[in-house]
């Protein structure tokens, strides 16, 4: 049995912008890989050629799954939920759909942003922190959601971190990191998967020179595991996971 890691995020590009690197390596580890992006990222401040919200939802669902190709991804999907809406949305009807996925993918690792909201400390990207970390916690709970499927407890829960910030943005307080994951093997992996998102190629052009100077590595907090254990450093996404 290989190991499974799934990727919670908020929009299309986030698979690749914030956890190419981790997913990538976890792939070249022989791992399954998944990704569950909340929205289709209809409010995005570049349009591309689209002309309408509803049209920028259809080409970045489109590019997302060109990203997860690229990423070799195992599974993707993309739900319903409407981009940058997500902080009013109730959280437990959030978690119970991400309840649902876990207990169906079965996964040892989740990966998902921090409270901070990561490098553009988006709200959507603090509120899918929060339901992403309520079903980490409700998928192994008898108690939660006894009809969403056989009980799952993943072993980790990471969030994204940074030893950086961007430039000319509100800095958000990055967790202290507890994994630094070396992705320069994979860098070119990544950029091609962000490549995908042709609408959002000026965000790509704008952050360009943040990832040649900063792009060698990822960081990440371990929020959360099934196992109490002391905070440690680490290089190694699967350091402790057991293969059940």
Known sequence: MSFRVLCICAHPDDECFAF?????????RGA?????CATDGQAATNRGSSSSGKELGQIRRAEFEASC??????????LDYQDAQLEFEPLSAIAQKLVTRIRAIRPHIIL?????????????????????????????????FPQSGELWQPQRLFYLSGSQVL?????PLLAPWTLALDVSSVVEIKMEAFRQHVSQAPVM?????????HGSFEHYTLAASSVPQPARQSSDLFEGVAEL
């Open 32 to 36: 399954e890989t998944y990704v569950l």
């Open 205 to 213: 052009a704008s952050t360009q020179e943040y990832f040649k100077q």
């Open 69 to 78: 190709n690229v990423l070799r991804t195992s599974g993707h999907e993309l």
């Open 167 to 171: 430039p000319d943005r509100h800095a």
């Open 20 to 28: 190419g690197g981790a997913l990538s390596l976890a792939v070249q």
């Open 112 to 144: 998902t942003f921090g409270g901070d909201g990561a490098l553009n400390t988006h709200p959507d990207h603090t509120s899918i922190s929060a339901a992403t970390t309520a079903a980490f916690h409700w998928a192994g709970h008898p108690r939660r």
